[in-house]
């Protein structure tokens, strides 16, 4: 089932998301909530989806990267569910570069992410994760976790002066040293 998805002004995008109950992870009701964020998520044609977009005050994302329109030459990411991640940033060199987000639509802003970072979490069926990820992954994870905690990447602009909207960000090919 295709979710509705809460835009900023909506209470939930700001409110920091509790943490899963392990126990529940193999119910029913969360694996289709999991499912749901899935379909949610390719149906709007987002890279990553945190619980909160979808009205949901729960600790859980989703991600996937495959060959996608708006980041074309973005490296694939499977489809990796994330419940109660911890984030730790293991390169802090920042890194600019355009992002969007489903919470914000039709909009485009440079927005600086840490170079890589370790997360640990447990995954769909309850078992730990613990991996480290890269450039745009590790930028999809920050933005996602950063959901978590109700933060948008507008929180993270170093210059409000690059926000743009998609069809003339389209239109000048804006790149993001300006
Ligand atoms: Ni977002």
């Known amino acids: 089932m295709i979710l509705k998805v809460a835009r900023l002004g909506h209470p939930v995008i700001r409110t920091p998301a509790l943490a899963v ?3 529940q ?5 969360f694996q289709r909530l999991l499912d749901d964020m899935v379909e949610t998520m ?11 977009q979808v009205h949901l005050s729960l600790q859980v994302a989703v991600l996937e ?11 694939s990411v499977p489809l990796t569910f994330l419940i109660n991640p911890e984030v730790t940033i293991t390169d802090r060199a920042a890194i600019d570069e355009w992002e969007g987000c489903l919470s914000v639509p039709e909009m485009r802003g440079v ?12 995954g769909r069926d309850g078992a730990p994760l613990d991996f480290v990820a890269r450039d745009f992954h590790a930028r999809v994870i920050q933005h996602e976790t950063d959901h ?7 929180d993270r602009m170093r210059d409000l002066r690059t926000l743009a909207y998609l069809a003339e960000w389209q239109r000048f090919a804006l790149k993001p040293g300006g």
């Not at 390719?42 to 619980?51: D, K, P, Q, S």
């Not at 927005?111 to 447990?122: E, G, I, M, Q, S």
């Not at 978590?148 to 507008?154: A, D, F, K, S, T």
């Open 25 to 29: 992870i193999n119910t029913h009701d």
């Open 111 to 122: 927005t600086p992410r840490y170079r890589a970072l370790r997360v640990k979490a447990l």
């Open 21 to 23: 109950d392990p126990a």
């Open 42 to 52: 390719r149906e709007y044609v987002g890279v990553g989806l945190a619980a909160p």
């Open 65 to 75: 990267v495959e060959r996608h329109p708006r980041y074309p030459d973005a490296p």
């Open 148 to 154: 978590l905690r109700g933060e948008v990447y507008l």
